[in-house]
């Protein structure tokens, strides 16, 4: 662990911070899927699938995030409330490592059900949000609402579930895209219904590692209770906007191997 004062790490992760969120970050990030579109509904559904198979190698996600949009004529809120089950069968050819095609038709047709019958996404997680008066009841409300959708059982581990501890990286990631507001052109700020204040950091290996190495994170495992200890000690750094800190932490893992 760093020997950093309270002001000093402040202070040094906000030069990381200031260092790693910019545009030069979007051209090796998924983020740069939902990047290319301006209409919010494509924005987010690109965003959400891109977020989707965000694990593995950078350049296998991105392209196979590009194959999903082409398949829906790079419109993707006019094709999921339009698509067919014809239509959708293109998609049954698709993996990206254990994400296969019934996977991806799953997901298609549940996302069909959420923006024809429960107002959207933001919608959905805000409805989560507010009844619990939480981010992690929004990430579980929403894992319920996905699956009243028929699927098959192997799908459900495709979307991380809070209650059962588990860090919930993408979706935390796919909330920081969403909901984060600023102006260095990376997070989109498209959602209002949720506040940056209430995010949780999308914890993976080069956040966690980073943030035990700093005096962030003193659990040695990856799961929940790790995700909220991380999130409250950045929440002291920047009560309004903690997971900007995500910025630094992954940049110095990832980039800087600190």
Known sequence: ????????????LDEKYDLYNRESFITTDPIQIPRSFSKKEDVEIAGFLSASIAWGQRPTIIRNAKWL???MDQEPHEFILNASNLDLEVFKQFKHRTFNGDDCIFFLKSLQNI???????EDVFAKGANDSG???????????VFFKTEHLDRSQKHISNVLKKSTAKRLNMYLRWMVR??????????????????LYLPLDVHTGNVGRKLGLLTRKQN??????????????????DPVKYDYALFGLGAFEKF
């Open 69 to 71: 949009v082409e398949r």
């Open 1 to 12: 662990m760093t020997n950093f004062s309270f002001a000093g790490l402040k202070e040094f």
């Open 181 to 198: 507001k600023d102006d260095r052109g990376v997070d989109f700020g498209l959602w209002n219904q949720l506040s940056s204040a209430d």
């Open 223 to 240: 799961d929940w209770q790790a995700v909220e200890e991380i999130t409250e000690n950045l929440r002291k750094l920047d009560p309004k």
């Open 115 to 121: 923006y024809r019958n429960h107002g959207g996404l």
């Open 134 to 144: 939480t981010v992690k009841g929004a990430l579980a409300y929403f894992r319920e």
